[in-house]
């Protein structure tokens, strides 16, 4: 199928991008990567009146540090994420999803804002940035810019806390504790298909080789990405040993609430979601106890 009509408008800066989508909010749609978006026009599950294309934005495209926490612009594409060095020493969950996402072609075009404000459950980089306590930045014509913390952002399948009015801008990352522990594991049915089962850990061992800040944010578990906080409660201030692992495990899956399909049913999926969180604890805490700084006392 084709997509059907729609008005074409490429604006110049995103003041001038704001202006377009504040005339007709409800009827418009923002083009980004068009990874998603295009998809979606083509199966007519949207018909915009407008479409709005951002990509001569450039400006919106950067990755960089400031005032101790990542700054992410809308624009940035998946690849540019996945072979930072940047990313790769100080946010490496981010790394680590990134190369989950679909393939190599997917990731050279899609962008990080197209990727968070398409709030697709399946996704991985929403499921990392809620790990990782990231902020979302929206902006408006009439009433300028807004952080809405990842909690708070996704809102359910495919919406997001953001007004019609609004575009995604800016995408920020406090930083992690030197010598943090990381992992996102994922199952899919082929390499590049959408997960069915994913997460995302993140967690620091103390001097007596206790948990601590520990993170685990499920991907296909619910219909945004979900935080396994009893998981979690169970290993802050414990030692992770297999008991410890096994209850957190118990927990996540207990909190899962996944939605059967053809490709698998509830069950299932929450089986998998066990695998993956055992995973992840194991293969962050295997990191933390390794030593790797995370957060070199540098920008570049």
Partial sequence: ??????????????????????????????LAGGQSLIPV???????????????????????????GELRIGALTRHAMLEKSGLIERRWPLLKAAAHWVAHAAIRNRGTIGGSVS?????AELPVALTALNASIVARSSTRGARLIPASEFFVGTMTTAMEPDEILVEIRVPALPAG?????????RRNGDFGLAGAGVVLSIDAEGKVSDPRISLLGAAQTPLRATEAEERLAGAVADEQAIDDAV??????AE????????????????????????????T???????????HNR
């Fill in 1 to 30: 199928m084709k997509p059907s009509v729609f008005e074409y408008l490429r604006p110049e800066s995103i003041d001038e991008a704001l202006r377009m989508l504040a005339e007709d909010p409800d009827d418009s749609k923002i």
């Fill in 118 to 122: 398409h709030a697709d459950s399946a």
């Fill in 258 to 285: 996944p939605i059967g399909d053809l490709h698998g049913s509830a069950d299932y999926r929450r089986s998998l979601i066990g695998v993956v969180v055992r995973r992840g604890i194991n293969n962050a805490v």
């Fill in 180 to 188: 943090h522990g990381y992992a996102f594991e994922e199952i899919s």
């Fill in 41 to 67: 026009l083509n199966f007519r599950m949207a018909s915009p009146e407008r479409l709005i294309d951002i990509n001569r934005l450039t400006d919106l495209a950067y990755l960089r540090s400031a005032d």
């Fill in 250 to 255: 118990r927990l996540a899956c207990e909190a």
């Fill in 287 to 297: 990191r933390a106890k390794a030593g790797r700084d995370a957060t070199p006392q």
